[in-house]
């Protein structure tokens, strides 16, 4: 693969969007020292939510997985509307994924790997991170799933 | 507005409480560097829980902000704690807001708008901040909201 | 009590298990700086999930206490694999904990205690933490409780 984010990117097909505007009265991120803490993303896409619905109801894993690569890449359109140049993201620390699902769903993992396996495809080692993932009992305007991450930068 | 967050608390007729004991074998803030890391914080007002219920079921978006906007003074009067002076507080970098909500609630960016406003009203600029906001499925001692924070601090 | 983690762990019959590889395409921590990120951890003991179920059904609050504590356990091998002695991490920093329960729970800060109650036994006065405890609609294998950390460690 190619050593430039933007490089791996291109070679996986993928343009990042538009930073998404948030939803209410915040920001889409914050830099602290060499912290970057980006607001939770939804799964949009040219502006529009395109993935709602309950895990374990409405949706199976592969579109949950679709939904969590959708917010990693608003993720990643945020790390560079933050920093102008995704070379100076140094890493990904971590990310945490609320999935919107039942009471009894057990797979949050493999719907968050949507996310993850996207986030080290892109950034190579650098996109390794930590994470939790875990059950939101509903999201915003009933998405599917939402990713909050950190990124360590250059100062 | 004026320029200091005390003067603007002021201004807003609130006034902060006493920093809340925690709820539990834990501590209400930690410092590490120039971060300050405050637990989760509930809609209590002088030592009470003020607003309990659902999303969605029992309560109204507008209660549910009502709850989010004390979460945030509580949040506020830990930094106070923390810092002995607001002044010390050079940002909010980010919050977490949990509602507690049926499944099919969606409407979680207006409820925790109840604590963003507030603390920009509060802070002004150095208000703004990162956020996610989500459901949880139940909340200590059946609260409507819980917000945690970050704060950044002069050292 | 003794004053390294290590010994205190001796006394309190604790042996650390290995770390828990993760679930999934991700890492098990991240060190930035001087905070440790680590990722949420199970119930798991002997590589084996202990104590799965929600709570307010299936599970009493000892149980989850029981489960949480696992957890705990669990986020000091992680920490001790990160820095390779116990003794390099300077304090905990904060606990996020998630009880997979029913939608009328509300003793999370009694379950969660069950960890916070352990890092504390364990670590003394590094162990004191800020927090929050919510509750998730469901988690990973369907296990009880997932608690993920940040530890501030010597650079």
Known sequence: MSSTIEARLSELGV??????APAANYVPYVITGNQLFVSGQ????????????KL????????????????????LAQ????????????RLIKIVGFVNSTGDFADQPQVIDGASDFLVEAMGDKGRHAR???????????VAVEIEAIFEISE
């Open 79 to 90: 790390a560079k509307a933050a920093t102008g140049d995704l070379e100076k993201v140094t």
């Open 132 to 142: 939790s993932a875990v059950s939101a009992a509903s999201l915003p305007f009933g």
């Open 15 to 20: 343009s990042l969007p538009e930073a998404a």
């Open 56 to 75: 374990g109801a409405d949706l199976g894993v592969d579109e949950g997985k679709a939904a969590a690569r959708l917010c990693a890449i608003n993720l």
């Open 42 to 53: 939804l799964p949009m896409e040219a502006g529009k939510i395109k993935v709602s619905g």
